[in-house]
């Protein structure tokens, strides 16, 4: 018997774009000065700063509101000695503050190195700056309270937690030490130089929600020790817990949970997800991609959204499969970058065909309930250069306002301007 069935009714009632405001829409600041590609930037958690690195080798520190320039690090490759002259130059391909405030605190990842900036003093109070430079230094180790690894005697017990301080060669610059080489634009820094045999490249960098470790992802020469470490940059520690045959691939992208002692790690094709504790692997997650580009994790913690190279936008609810709840298809090229905002229900993706989508994402505590995923606006503001459109995006921490980073050089900040 043939059913009449209005194709309209098959269709789910999505609210409009309208109702769910606010979110980012027009161009409001835009940040000059780079020269070149702009690969990443990053907001303070307090959401007054703005860093940006860029092919040209430099890290310029902007200010949100007014887009003046207050700083400019030039990271131009030094040798692991600290001394000049080296004509080998990488660009900064990861940039990530340290997301306590009392730490203003900037990782710069170039070449194989990781590069852990002080802002300057006069972005900062002075408990600030004092908390800031005592980091650097190491001198807040007799106040560590670390929960991340147990005490030493089980860390010992455990094999995949072993610290090798041998991979990770750590220096100082400052007003006190090799104040003769300091990096131009820099007060103050800490370099940890990824040791050759280990390490060719280091294309990725995430930091705990304490502020104190330091997960970094290399390209590494020797692949049966891992492409992952993880740095207590208070001790001056290294650990290598993840090992080739542990991840199974080459790995792409770390980060850690937001509340919780879980660690996630996406392979080009998987995402691993680990108990840094218990150090078992919890679940792997199948993305059905061909080659993972980026990920994020919903403030909650319990959804994460991979981009892909192949065009793909992948959201994972943790409590429902090992395979996707939804794919998104709405990029023509690769995407780059994909990112939540920490308070308004908003993600939003970063593609080479030069535009930002962003969308309307809601987790609901109800478990019955999915998420709601509704795209409710197309950013575009950059220019595609040699193939390359928007390297970059990233909420700010308060305001429902994006920033973007593109192949043409320039960084713009959405506002939601009616």
């Not at 009449?4 to 774009?17: A, C, F, G, M, T």
């Not at 535009?355 to 503001?381: E, G, S």
Request: glycine fraction near 6%; hydrophobic fraction near 40%; proline fraction near 6%.
């Amino acid at each position: 018997q043939r059913l009449n069935i209005d194709p309209e009714s098959l269709v789910p009632k999505l609210p409009q774009p309208h109702e769910l405001r606010p979110y980012p829409t027009t161009v409001a600041v835009t940040y000059y000065g780079h020269s070149g590609h702009v690969r990443c930037l990053a907001v303070d958690p307090l959401g007054h700063l703005l860093a940006t690195g860029g092919s040209d080798n430099t890290v310029r520190i902007w200010e949100v509101d007014t887009g003046r320039c207050i700083r400019k690090f030039d990271v131009t490759a030094t040798r692991p000695d600290g001394a000049s002259g080296d004509t080998e130059t990488k660009p900064i391909v990861r940039l990530a503050w340290n997301p306590q405030p009392k730490y203003r605190i900037l990782a710069v990842a170039v070449g194989n190195r990781v590069i852990l900036l002080h802002a300057g003093d006069d972005v900062c109070d002075d408990s600030t700056a004092e908390a800031t430079a005592n980091l650097l230094k190491g001198a807040l180790y007799e106040n560590d309270d670390s929960e991340l690894i147990e005490d030493e005697d089980e860390e010992k017990k455990k094999p995949g937690a072993k610290t090798n301080n041998k991979l990770v060669q750590w220096k100082e610059f400052g007003a006190t030490r090799d104040s003769a080489r300091i990096m131009e634009g820099a007060e103050a820094y800490t370099t940890m130089h990824m040791v050759d045999g280990h390490s060719t490249a280091v294309v990725d960098l995430t930091w705990h929600r304490k502020g104190e470790y330091l997960a970094t992802v290399s390209e590494t020469k020797a692949i049966t020790r891992g492409q992952v470490m993880i740095h207590h940059t208070v001790k001056r520690q290294t650990q290598n817990p993840f090992t080739a045959k542990t991840t199974k691939g080459k790995v792409q992208k770390v980060l850690f949970h937001p509340s919780k002692p879980i660690f996630f790690l996406a392979t080009q094709t998987h995402v691993l997800i680990f108990h840094l504790l218990r150090q078992v692997m919890l679940k792997k997650l199948s993305s059905g991609a061909k080659w993972i580009s980026s990920m994020a994790i919903h403030p909650v913690g319990d959804n994460i959204v991979v981009g892909t190279y192949d065009r793909r936008v992948c959201w994972f609810d943790l409590d429902l499969s090992n395979k996707p709840y939804k794919t998104l298809k709405y990029h023509n090229k690769a995407v780059r970058e994909v990112d939540f905002h920490p308070r308004y229900p908003l993600l939003a993706t970063a593609a080479d065909d030069g535009t930002v989508h962003v969308f309307h994402a809601r987790v609901f505590d109800d478990l019955m309930r999915n998420p709601l995923i509704v795209p409710v606006k197309v950013l575009r503001a950059h220019a595609v250069e040699d193939g390359f459109g928007v390297f970059s995006c990233a909420f700010h921490p308060t305001q429902p306002w994006l920033f973007t980073a593109g192949a043409d050089g320039a960084v713009h900040l959405f506002q939601n301007i009616p």
